[in-house]
C-alpha cells in the first residue's frame, strides 16, 4: 500500500548500531513532560533531535487558531534535520503529546558526526528525501481527495503501522496511538466536527468502533480498499 500519511518510519539507526552509539555519546539527553514544548516557530535551527521514547507532534499555527500537524515523530526518528542542515530557522514547533526522552545534538556536532559516518549521512539523504515526496503526496491529496477519503487513508495507514503480516488486514486491529478528534481533524486538513461525523458513519457501517480516543478497526482490509477505490 503507498503511504500518503507520515505518521512514522523505521528507527533511523537500525543496522547502524556503531553510529547509534556515537551519535548518543554526543548529544545531550532530555526527558520531557506531555505538552512540553522542543522548539517553536522562527526559533534558531540550531540542533537535531533524535526521539528514544515518546510521541512528538510537528506542527504550524494558522492564523485562525487552527493548528495543521504535518508530521508525528515517534521512537527512533531523527526530527529538526531541515533546518540544522541549512542553518534556516523552524519553520514548525514541535511539541511532547506523551512523556518522552530525546538527545539532542548541535548542529556543530551533527556536522561532524555525518563527516564521521558515511552510512548515517546517506540515511539522513534518504529520510529528507522521503519526507520531501510525503509533503508533495499530501498536497496533492488535499486537491482531489474529499475528506472522507482523506480520513480512510489515514486510518488504513495507521493499521499498516501495526499489522504484522496479509493476514492481520482482515482481523480487527485496534490502533496503539490514541489521538483526539481534533489531532485527526488536523491531519486531514477539516474539522473536529466533519471528522467526529465521518467516525459516526464508520461506526454505523461497521467499518470501526470508537470508545473515546481508541479506534478498532473491524476489517482493515475492507478499509484498504475504500482507500483503494
Known amino acids: 500500500m503507498e503511504r500518503h500519511w507520515h505518521l512514522g518510519e523505521d528507527d533511523f539507526f537500525e543496522g547502524l548500531e556503531k553510529e547509534r552509539r556515537s551519535f548518543l555519546s554526543g548529544a545531550r539527553r532530555r526527558v520531557l513532560q506531555k505538552k512540553d514544548m522542543i522548539f517553536f516557530e522562527e526559533d534558531p535551527g540550531e540542533s537535531c533531535f533524535y526521539l528514544e521514547s515518546g510521541l512528538i507532534k510537528i506542527f504550524q499555527i494558522a492564523p485562525c487558531g487552527k493548528e495543521p500537524i504535518f508530521f508525528l515523530r515517534r521512537s527512533g526518528e531523527l526530527f529538526g534535520l531541515a533546518e540544522v542542515m541549512d542553518g534556516e530557522n523552524r519553520k514548525a514547533n514541535a511539541q511532547a503529546l506523551s512523556p518522552c526522552i530525546v538527545y539532542e545534538m548541535s548542529g556543530a556536532d551533527f556536522e561532524r558526526f555525518l ?18 515526496r510525503y ?14 477519503t482523506r480520513l480512510a487513508k489515514l486510518l488504513a495507514y495507521l493499521c499498516h503501522e501495526y499489522i504484522p503480516d496479509e493476514s492481520g488486514w482482515q482481523r480487527p486491529l485496534t490502533i496503539p496511538l490514541k489521538l483526539t478528534q481534533e489531532q485527526l481533524a488536523s491531519m486531514v486538513g477539516s474539522t473536529q466536527q466533519t471528522v467526529s461525523e ?11 468502533i470508537v470508545k473515546g480516543r481508541q479506534i478498532t478497526v473491524l476489517n482493515p482490509l475492507r478499509l484498504l480498499k475504500m482507500v483503494e477505490l
Open 115 to 132: 563527516a564521521e559516518n558515511y552510512l548515517a549521512a546517506r540515511q539522513v539523504i534518504r529520510t529528507l528525501g522521503r519526507r520531501l
Open 135 to 148: 509533503l508533495g503526496e499530501i498536497a496533492g491529496s488535499l486537491m482531489v481527495c474529499t475528506v472522507g
Open 198 to 208: 465521518l467516525l459516526k458513519n464508520y461506526q454505523a457501517e461497521g467499518i470501526i
